[in-house]
T-cell receptor, first 113, second 112 residues
Framework: KQEVTQIPAALSVPEGENLVLNCSFT??????LQWFRQDPGKGLTSLLL?????REQTSGRLNASLDKSSGRSTLYIAASQPGDSATYLC????????????FGQGTTLQVKP | SQTIHQWPATLVQPVGSPLSLECTVE??????LYWYRQAAGRGLQLLFY??????ISSEVPQNLSASRPQDRQFILSSKKLLLSDSGFYLC???????????FGQGTRLTVV
């Protein structure tokens, strides 16, 4: 059974700092891994999708990496801003065409001005 | 472009009352559809998924049911709500294959 873990659960950094959020999964037989952002009381916004054959994906100040062999993914945020404050969730996709996502508990990020 | 609509945004219901949450997707056909629940302090739990009209798979035994009467419509229901049904319900869709998943804005359900 796939289990996804995110460390740390919460993180507070000063504005401008570069930071890394960690995601680990127990079963390396994933189809892809997706990172989401969730603002309080809102739905999930997709940030980056990494296919199982890929090593990393980049979007603006965000870079996500995937190492299937070690069961790890990281989300790197460069030059953090107060607007980056949110909960970040990673999810591994299992089950082929059914597309089921298994989520971690999330990391709540606070960027202080 | 594809969009996903979910309503209502918030709902307060008494114990024992029925429930109907609706989700629709626009701009795509034959999507995979999902209902997730996010309880306070817990991660997202997959409740139901559907790969086609009338095809519903349940992930966990519970007081809820789901239906897909049309290709792009997914409904979450209950005949009698329990206090433990309170939570944040999220609908999502993805294409077939290893494609990206997209979520609606969620429904905050409080059972009192």
């Amino acid at each position: 059974k796939q289990e996804v873990t995110q460390i740390p659960a919460a993180l507070s950094v000063p504005e401008g700092e570069n930071l890394v959020l960690n995601c680990s999964f127990t079963d390396s037989a994933i189809y892809n891994l997706q990172w989401f952002r969730q603002d309080p009381g809102k739905g999930l916004t997709s940030l980056l999708l990494i296919q199982s054959s890929q090593r990393e994906q980049t979007s603006g100040r965000l870079n996500a990496s995937l190492d299937k062999s070690s069961g790890r993914s990281t989300l790197y945020i460069a030059a953090s801003q107060p607007g980056d404050s949110a909960t970040y969730l990673c999810a591994s996709r299992i089950g082929g065409n059914t597309g089921k996502l298994i989520f971690g508990q999330g990391t709540t990020l606070q960027v202080k001005p | 472009s594809q969009t996903i609509h979910q309503w209502p945004a918030t709902l307060v219901q008494p114990v024992g009352s029925p429930l109907s949450l609706e989700c629709t997707v626009e701009g795509t056909s034959n999507p995979n559809l999902y209902w997730y629940r996010q309880a306070a302090g817990r991660g997202l739990q997959l409740l139901f998924y559907s790969v086609g009209i009338g095809q519903i798979s349940s992930e966990v035994p519970q007081n809820l049911s789901a239906s897909r009467p049309q290709d792009r419509q997914f409904i979450l229901s209950s005949k009698k709500l329990l206090l433990s049904d309170s939570g944040f319900y999220l609908c999502a869709w993805s294409g077939t294959g290893n494609t990206e998943a997209f979520f609606g804005q969620g429904t905050r359900l409080t059972v009192v």
